[in-house]
């Protein structure tokens, strides 16, 4: 079983957590589940899912995969992340009922992150200066955007964009790098509009989510709950009544 042994959680123990962070990110609130392993300092470990569904089956299973190739047990682990989304209601939950349970089963502090925050902290090293506006589908013909420095600080809330009226992308977002799902689909309008679309960005995964977890863990920043960051309600269909 993962975590401390029974003599050391009846005894209050844990482990020394103080030299290197070693974290284990989960991410599935788009078109693929993943599990990443990165320690301080060291090139990170991924194992990924590329499928809409069957994510909640995998991610564990992914998780394990990717500990094991990173050659960490579970009682390394210092802290677990997820991605937050905004993305798929169904999605979220599954990366976030996981990085839960491996929080509890290993004692390692549990930590919440925003996909859309994790792409733009990616993508910084090409936006020469310049602001990023990263995106995601919402799954219902449009998408979500919020604006980044280009050291991924946010300088708007989130935003739903529709494909036909990019209007809200005027004035201060005006000249930024756009990224992820929308930067494709919305090109034609975002040229128009002053933006700079990039197709080169990957989609969202879990080594984005640890590395922005990892930076803000060194910098001793609050850490976000292991909660769904949801923009809109979840939207069930028509009733087959």
């Not at 957590?17 to 090139?43: C, H, K, Q, W």
């Not at 980044?148 to 300088?155: E, G, K, N, Q």
Request: proline share 7%; with cysteine.
């Amino acid at each position: 079983m993962f975590g401390l042994n029974l003599k050391d959680r009846q005894a209050g123990r844990m482990p020394d957590r103080r030299d290197n962070f070693v974290i284990l990110a989960l991410e599935s609130s788009a078109d693929r589940a993943s599990a990443a392993v990165v320690r301080t300092g060291m090139p990170g470990i991924q194992h990924l899912h590329e499928a809409r569904h069957g994510h909640a089956a995998l991610i564990s299973e992914l998780a394990r995969a990717a500990l094991a190739e990173a050659g960490v047990v579970p009682d390394e682990i210092t802290h677990v992340a997820a991605g937050r989304g905004p993305g798929s209601f169904t999605g979220l939950r599954v990366a976030l009922a996981a990085a839960k349970g491996f929080s509890l089963a290993t004692g390692a502090s549990g930590t919440g992150v925003s996909c859309l925050a994790a792409a733009a902290h990616a993508a910084s090293p090409r936006a020469d200066g310049g602001h990023i506006i990263a995106t995601a589908d919402t799954r219902r013909g449009s998408f979500f955007a919020q604006l980044f420095t280009a050291a991924a600080d946010p300088l708007s809330g989130i935003i739903e964009i529709d494909p036909e009226d990019h209007t809200p992308l005027a004035g201060a977002w005006h000249g930024a790098m756009v990224i992820g799902a929308g930067a494709g689909p919305l090109a034609e309008a975002l040229d128009d509009a002053g933006l700079r679309p990039d197709l080169s960005a990957p989609p969202i995964d879990s080594l984005q989510v640890a590395r922005l977890a990892e930076t803000r863990i060194s910098k001793g920043l609050d850490q976000e709950p292991l909660l769904p960051l949801y923009v809109a309600p979840a939207f069930l269909g028509p009733s087959k009544s």
